[in-house]
T-cell receptor, first 112, second 115 residues
Framework: GNSVTQMEGPVTLSEEAFLTINCTYTATGYPSLFWYVQYPGEGLQLLLKATKADDKGSNKGFEATYRKETTSFHLEKGSVQVSDSAVYFCALGSGGYNKLIFGAGTRLAVHP | EAQVTQNPRYLITVTGKKLTVTCSQNMNHEYMSWYRQDPGLGLRQIYYSMNVEVTDKGDVPEGYKVSRKEKRNFPLILESPSPNQTSLYFC??????????????FGPGTRLTVL
């Protein structure tokens, strides 16, 4: 069945450091891939998405490229800020009813 | 403002006492879902609905019920809650779409503790 694996956290970085959070997936067919972010005490909100191979999603300085050959969708940001501290979820979407399969989530803590 | 609302945001209850968590969206979305979030497991889908009066089980439906009598509302019912249902619950909605590429919009979450 479909599944998503993402790197375990927590990830602790200093402000302005480079961020990578790894995400790999297993799926049949051609899923869409998402990164959602959960700030403390809030619900999930879409950060970026890609709907086909080689697409690059980007938003707020974050980027991720849909790599079908390596079944990956790694999240990157060149210079993190304290305000980026949150839990990041990689997710896979497929099927006609918009079901999302989530990874376990990676907590990011950015220190000044 | 387009949003998904959930009530209550926090709830502490005892084993066996029936409860309902409400979910409402104002975006005229066809699809609605309930997820639970547990540490190390991410979010898992409990139930989903493709439209009024159309609901189906997700990955972890045991111990839960849902109904969809109106397009905007999708309540989650725990008829006899147990401690293993202590979790953070999210409602989500999205417009109809294909191939799973449609963005879902999440509510703020309901933290449930069952003693």
């Amino acid at each position: 069945g479909n599944s998503v694996t993402q790197m375990e956290g927590p990830v602790t970085l200093s402000e302005e450091a480079f961020l990578t959070i790894n995400c790999t997936y297993t799926a049949t067919g051609y899923p869409s891939l998402f990164w959602y972010v959960q700030y403390p005490g809030e619900g999930l909100q879409l950060l970026l998405k890609a709907t086909k191979a080689d697409d690059k999603g980007s938003n707020k300085g974050f980027e991720a490229t849909y790599r079908k050959e390596t079944t990956s969708f790694h999240l990157e940001k060149g210079s993190v800020q304290v305000s980026d501290s949150a839990v990041y979820f990689c997710a896979l979407g497929s099927g006609g009813y918009n079901k999302l399969i989530f990874g376990a989530g990676t907590r990011l803590a950015v220190h000044p | 403002e387009a949003q998904v609302t959930q009530n209550p945001r926090y709830l502490i209850t005892v084993t066996g006492k029936k409860l309902t968590v409400t979910c409402s969206q104002n975006m005229n979305h066809e699809y609605m879902s309930w997820y639970r979030q547990d540490p190390g497991l991410g979010l898992r889908q409990i139930y989903y609905s493709m439209n009024v009066e159309v609901t189906d089980k997700g990955d972890v439906p045991e111990g839960y019920k849902v109904s969809r009598k109106e397009k905007r509302n999708f309540p989650l019912i725990l008829e006899s809650p147990s401690p293993n249902q202590t979790s953070l619950y999210f409602c989500a909605s999205s417009p109809a779409g294909t191939q799973g590429g449609v963005t879902q919009y999440f509510g703020p979450g309901t933290r449930l503790t069952v003693l």
